[in-house]
């Protein structure tokens, strides 16, 4: 990537974060219009602002929704603005595929797209009856397979015949995770966040649980790379922990610490190199601690806080630290009896259903909790249960979790059989950290951007992996 699309990088990056925090709809339209039109004169060359606008626009401020502070405007929080592109682009992909009478789908896909294909049958065919009451519900349970199916279908369209815009497509997207953290840094050196006891907390953003994949990436093009600004890699790979850190999230901190193990497990080295990149690992993750101890101290309390609180699930303890770790355990028992009273433990409600604290209420008010909507609280009737397998045990069953994590289990062996094949260190430093973050991409999943997230980085792995690389290699 020359210095004019690195500046370009950088920009648009900048652009999108001020129109995020001060801007309007009006100005977001206009980007992504600006963004559709230049596709239209060059599409390999602009599908990456495309790309870009939804990998690091905000969904959620940093701010907690009870707080006067930080409205923010994004492609994410114009109501259905994100689903009417995600449905634009099913149908330009239905158009192609009806031109060319071919189906641009790699061998390695296959189980994929046709798991997707299957689960939206089922879950439609299952949740009839709910659909016809809620069909609103329904789109949006839909969506959690329609937005990464279609992302990962246009991304691997667009790519799959041009290996020189497929690496700066790569390079372009560690640029803007560079800017974007070093955005958010300087957030937590100055305090310019929700402050939760002695801790900054920088970014609200469900992209969050990216920081994680981007922090592979960092270090293994750090452990790769011979240049000079092998070290900026190392810069930002300290950052990257350090942010994961101050967000203080459970499953983003214990997901770090299994990423970087299989990573490092990945790589093509010698059982020496490999302890010695743990044991470098473990001093990076210490010096980030370090770090947001002297930049604020007593803020590493919220840490320890929120790991003391991830076993809190006594439903009749009467007081909670945090209602998060019980919440989540009343609504998977409340929804393993709701399927038992209704014979669907193993195909599921379907899409549009809903669970009800019937069988075990919830022993605390769930008003200004952030927990549900103030509807589905009144109603007693819970759409959206928190995490990806629990709304999958509730929508498609245990039969449907099994099945989704299978095939992706199954996706995984078959591309780490080709990581020996990669020379290129860029391409090689993303597919060990897809690979390594696979279960963190498709666990933590919730909202409409790791959705599509989840697509994106999917069909990277692919165009990465494929066997005979970028030569044309589709399935009619």
């Not at 689903?83 to 296959?110: C, D, G, P, Q």
């Not at 490092?264 to 743990?278: E, G, N, P, R, W």
Request: glycine share 6%; aromatic share 16%.
């Amino acid at each position: 990537m020359n210095k004019l699309d690195s500046i370009s990088i950088i920009l648009f990056v900048l652009i999108v974060e001020f129109i995020t925090n001060f801007g309007h709809d009006i100005l977001v339209a206009i980007l992504f219009i600006a963004i559709f039109a230049l596709m239209i004169f060059n599409t390999k060359k602009y599908f990456r602002f495309f790309i870009l606008l939804f990998l690091f626009s905000d969904d959620m401020s940093r701010f907690s929704s009870h707080s006067t502070l930080g409205s923010i405007t994004s492609i994410y929080t114009i109501p259905s603005f994100n689903m009417l592109i995600t449905v634009f682009s099913l149908l330009t992909l239905l158009l192609i595929y009806t031109y060319h009478r071919k189906l641009f789908v790699a061998k390695e896909m296959k189980s994929l797209f046709y798991f997707n294909i299957f689960i939206l049958c089922a879950g439609t065919v299952c949740g009839l009856s709910y659909i016809i009451l809620y069909p609103r519900i329904a789109v949006q349970d839909a969506s959690y397979f329609i937005n990464p199916l279609v992302f990962m279908l246009a991304t691997y369209l667009i790519y799959k015949d041009d290996h020189k815009y497929f690496k700066i497509f790569l390079s372009s997207i560690i640029l803007a995770a560079a800017v974007k953290f070093l955005i958010l840094l300087f957030l937590f050196i100055t305090g310019n966040g929700e402050v939760v006891g002695s801790m900054v907390k920088v970014t609200g953003d469900s992209g969050k649980s990216l920081i994680g994949l981007y922090a592979t990436v960092f270090l293994l093009l750090f452990i790769r790379t011979r240049k000079i600004n092998r070290f900026i890699y190392l810069f930002m790979f300290l950052v990257s922990i350090l942010l994961i850190f101050s967000i203080a999230s459970r499953s983003s901190m214990l997901f770090i610490l299994i990423s970087l193990a299989t990573a490092i497990y990945l790589l093509d080295a010698s059982k020496i190199k490999q302890i010695a990149y743990i044991l470098f690992s473990v001093i990076g993750l210490y010096a980030s601690i370090v770090a947001i101890e002297l930049l604020h101290p007593n803020a590493i309390n919220n840490v320890l806080w929120k790991l003391g609180s991830f076993g809190e699930i006594d439903i009749h303890a009467g007081k909670y630290s945090s209602l998060s770790a019980v919440t989540r355990y009343i609504e998977v028992l409340n929804i393993f009896f709701q399927h038992l009273d209704e014979g669907t433990i193993i195909q599921g409600a379907g899409f549009g259903s809903y669970f009800t604290d019937n069988n075990v209420p919830f022993p605390f008010s769930l008003y200004d909790t952030d927990s549900y909507r103030d509807e589905w609280i009144y109603n007693r009737t819970f759409f959206k249960p928190h995490t990806t397998p629990i709304f999958l045990f509730l929508k498609i069953g245990l039969g449907g979790v099994f099945l989704y994590y299978f095939v992706y289990m199954k996706v995984f062996l078959k591309l780490k059989k080709h990581l020996p094949l990669i020379s290129n260190g860029l391409e090689y430093s993303f597919a060990v950290a897809i690979l390594s973050n696979i279960l963190l991409v498709i666990t933590k999943n919730y909202s409409s951007k790791m959705q599509i997230a989840t697509g994106i980085f999917m069909a990277i792995a692919f165009l990465i992996l494929r066997p005979r690389g970028f030569e044309r290699n589709e399935t009619s």
